[in-house]
């Protein structure tokens, strides 16, 4: 097979590496988008949280994230003053893998999302 070149690669191009700056920008965007002038509502909650994951993870497909499986979490509350803490632990490639994450909090609300980005060998 002379001249042929195997045309699969382990790793991603540098330009569709999973970029976490790049990312945390996404789920900025969205979550001002959505959430800007919300008030906290436990009703309308987890329709909102569903919107907000299906809106980031479109938004982060539009990086072009070939081969790469996405995961978007996204939790929110009602502010109230009192602090909250998030934590998450994963085994993956530290050279291809990554993640990224935002706050939004206003008045009333507070949410966090994340997005982890684990890319298929």
Excluded at 21 to 38: F, N, T, Y
Excluded at 52 to 73: A, D, P, W
Excluded at 79 to 96: H, I, N, P
């Amino acid at each position: 097979m002379e001249g042929s070149v195997n045309s699969h690669s382990i790793r991603p191009s540098q330009q569709h590496r999973f970029r976490p700056a790049v990312v945390c920008g996404c789920i900025r965007e969205v979550l001002r988008e959505h959430l800007s002038g919300e008030s906290y509502d436990l009703e309308r909650s987890p329709e909102l949280i569903q919107t907000l994951s299906s809106s980031i993870s479109h938004r982060v497909r539009e990086l072009g994230l070939e081969r790469y499986k996405l995961v978007v979490q996204v939790v929110m509350g009602e502010q109230k003053g009192e602090g909250v803490q998030m934590a998450s632990r994963c085994f993956w490639d530290a050279d291809t893998d990554g993640f990224a994450k935002d706050i939004y909090i206003n008045d009333t609300l507070f949410c966090v999302a994340a997005v982890f980005g684990v890319y298929y060998y």
